[in-house]
């Protein structure tokens, strides 16, 4: 079975740091996409950033550009987002995703079929 595990999250202030990390067991990572979701209390999973599997192509969503960064160790079968500057409109529960597809140029959460369990983040003063 394909499992992917998130780690880091936490308690943040505004303007502060996080780097999440997923790791992939399961399945072998490389070639294959990659994403981070965030969920809100009430809302549906949008994507964060995404990776392809093959060139490296990125997708950050306008929220994230220039704050966040996105990128994989395949030898470690790891996928990480680092997170700066964060404001309190980017908590909630991130979700590292997976798919047998190589490209998935929409980062949109229908596109991926493995997920991981999530980890909450929270940015408050």
């Known amino acids: 079975q394909v499992h992917l595990v998130e780690s880091g999250g936490g308690l943040v202030q505004p303007g502060g740091s996080l780097r999440l990390s997923c790791t992939v067991s399961?399945?072998?990572?490389?070639?294959?996409?990659m994403g981070w979701f965030r969920q809100a209390p009430g809302k549906e999973r949008g994507g964060v950033s995404c990776i392809d599997g093959t060139i490296g192509s990125t997708y950050y969503s306008d929220s994230v550009k220039g704050r966040f960064t996105i990128s994989r160790d395949n030898a470690k079968n790891m996928v990480y987002l680092q997170m700066n500057s964060l404001k309190p409109e980017h908590p909630g529960v991130y979700y590292c995703?997976?798919?047998?597809?190589?490209?998935?140029?929409?980062?949109?959460?229908?596109?991926?079929?493995?997920w991981g369990q999530g980890t909450q983040v929270t940015v408050s003063s």
């Open positions: 399961g399945f072998t990572m490389d070639y294959h996409a």
């Open positions: 995703a997976t798919d047998w597809a190589g490209v998935l140029p929409m980062c949109t959460s229908s596109e991926y079929h493995y």
